[in-house]
């Protein structure tokens, strides 16, 4: 991920600065509070620009073909809601296009989120790093320093902390968040059985603002990373006879077509009747739920801050208003 954006950078956390505010009891705070430019050289033939709502459906197929490197899913993220995304200055997208024939190299997104807490702390902005791909003919060319440069040099001053989730795990940085993907599928089922189910078991779609920021807030309780509720737009909660179930669709889905979601809350028995019921073909959780059945192991992720101290690593997926 452009390796050398993060060598000798002021707002990187090392792990030198992680061991001293742990063993110092430092709350967590911004590590560079006044303007930083980071340098980067343009790539020739290139421009990087603010993408618009008349980019999303470039934007949409870039990234269905170009996002995952993956043989068992692909991104699917429609037009629509890129555009509404600009619309609300929800994303401020970056794009890397050739200069002639306007075609797509690269991209990333900034998610702004409101009110993040961090260990008690909280931040009124903050950013989230996401969609950062480049065309595979084209790594290793700059272009990924360029995106990563532009995000931060566009950032306001003092720049928010910017959180990055990244599969895997990336040693040199140090985590805030750590833990271990697992996977379940939705139970195979006749035509039948599955209507019966579905008759047995109500999943209902919680749209009520009020009723909306209850739940959230019950959910969030004792959480190391989480933000304020707002308008839910890829964040949905469901009600099931077992409790209330919040999932983050990540617009991702698998090569049968069914839809994947993350876990962010939920009791084993509500996250169970969901995977029978509900939208999601496919769950993840950041470890698996006691209790749940069906699931097996991963892959490795990590949730990393940028220009963010911490003194503590967690294992909860952070509950965000995406």
Wanted: net charge positive; hydrophobic share 40%.
């Amino acid at each position: 991920m452009a390796e050398h954006f993060w060598s000798d950078n002021p707002c990187v956390p090392g792990w030198t600065d992680k061991i001293g505010s742990w063993w110092n009891g430092t709350e967590p705070s911004l590590l560079c509070k006044t303007r930083h430019t980071i340098p980067f050289a343009p790539v020739k033939g290139f421009v990087c620009r603010f993408a618009t709502e008349q980019d999303a459906t470039l934007i949409s197929a870039f990234w269905t073909r170009y996002f995952l490197q993956s043989n068992v899913c692909r991104c699917i993220v429609p037009p629509e809601h890129i555009q509404t995304s600009i619309r609300e200055k929800r994303w401020e997208i970056f794009i890397v296009e050739h200069t002639l024939t306007k075609g797509l190299v690269g991209t990333a997104v900034r998610r702004w989120i409101s009110n993040l807490h961090v260990k008690g702390v909280v931040f009124e902005k903050a950013g989230m790093v996401d969609y950062f791909c480049v065309h595979p003919e084209f790594q290793k060319q700059g272009i990924g320093r360029w995106l990563l440069a532009t995000l931060h040099n566009t950032a306001p001053v003092p720049m928010p902390p910017h959180l990055i989730l990244w599969e895997g795990v990336q040693i040199k940085l140090p985590p805030m968040v750590t833990n271990l993907y697992w996977v379940k599928q939705r139970p195979k089922l006749y035509p039948i059985a599955q209507a019966q189910a579905k008759e047995r078991i109500p999943c209902i779609l919680v749209t009520n603002p009020t009723h909306q920021k209850t739940i959230w807030n019950t959910a969030v309780k004792g959480r190391d990373i989480w933000s304020e509720v707002g308008s839910l737009r890829e964040v949905q909660i469901f009600q099931l006879p077992a409790g209330y179930v919040i999932v983050w669709d990540t617009f991702h889905r698998s090569l049968k077509n069914e839809a994947i979601g993350i876990v962010m809350s939920g009791n084993a028995i509500a996250i169970d009747q969901l995977s029978l019921v509900g939208p999601f073909g496919v769950l993840l959780s950041a470890g698996c739920p006691e209790g749940s059945q069906g699931w097996t192991r991963d892959s490795m992720f990590q949730l990393v801050c940028y220009n963010l101290s911490s003194n503590f690593l967690s294992h909860d997926f952070p509950v965000l208003c995406l």
